[in-house]
């Protein structure tokens, strides 16, 4: 039996911030294909940035990563077709649509047929439970409706 690959695979990877604030240093890791994963750890421990990094929204200062094979620096926009986070504090969610409006602009960024748009809008909306809520504005979700929404969005 072979080895398996790793989908993601990150060797000694680095990222400081202004003010030389160190989120990510040396990190080493290896995600098998259909593995799930997670990281525990205090606030400020860099977990945030961690994840922003493998989805390529923040550039590391050092080290390789890749994701099922694809640098996210050098092929970064190749990298956003595999993988999407779902982060709780992030804020690309369109307040003012509503759900619908929001699926399906990401929809269309995303490159989707046009003819796939509007059938896979209301699919992923009605995997995670919001297509009752469709019409309704994301300003008015819960923070509970708004994770679903993310998660939706990372179907697509």
Same mark, same amino acid.
């Given at each position: 039996m072979s080895e398996p690959t790793a989908a993601i695979e990150a060797r000694a990877l680095e990222r400081t911030f202004k003010g030389g604030v160190e989120a990510v240093r040396g990190i080493d890791?290896?995600?098998a294909g259909g593995e799930v994963f997670g990281f525990l750890g205090p606030n400020g421990a860099g977990k945030t940035t961690?994840?922003? +990094?493998?989805? +390529?929204?923040?550039?590391?200062?050092?080290? =390789?990563?890749?994701? @099922?094979?694809?640098?996210?620096?050098? =092929?970064?926009?190749?990298?956003r077709r595999v993988i999407t986070p779902v982060?709780?504090?992030?804020?690309?969610?369109?307040?003012?649509?509503?759900?619908?409006?929001?699926?399906?602009?990401?929809?269309?960024?995303?490159?989707?047929?046009?003819?796939?748009? @509007?059938?896979? +809008?209301? @699919?992923?909306? @009605?995997?995670?439970?919001?297509?009752? +809520?469709?019409?309704?504005?994301v300003g008015e979700f819960s923070s509970g409706m708004k994770h679903r929404l993310m998660i939706a969005r990372a179907l697509l």
């Amino acid at each position: 039996m072979s080895e398996p690959t790793a989908a993601i695979e990150a060797r000694a990877l680095e990222r400081t911030f202004k003010g030389g604030v160190e989120a990510v240093r040396g990190i080493d890791l290896d995600v098998a294909g259909g593995e799930v994963f997670g990281f525990l750890g205090p606030n400020g421990a860099g977990k945030t940035t961690l994840f922003k +990094t493998l989805a +390529t929204l923040v550039i590391p200062d050092s080290g =390789q990563v890749t994701i @099922e094979g694809l640098d996210i620096v050098t =092929q970064d926009e190749a990298v956003r077709r595999v993988i999407t986070p779902v982060i709780a504090d992030e804020r690309s969610l369109r307040w003012r649509l509503t759900a619908y409006e929001n699926i399906r602009l990401f929809a269309v960024l995303y490159g989707l047929e046009p003819g796939a748009v @509007e059938s896979r +809008t209301w @699919e992923v909306l @009605e995997t995670v439970g919001l297509a009752d +809520t469709g019409r309704k504005l994301v300003g008015e979700f819960s923070s509970g409706m708004k994770h679903r929404l993310m998660i939706a969005r990372a179907l697509l």
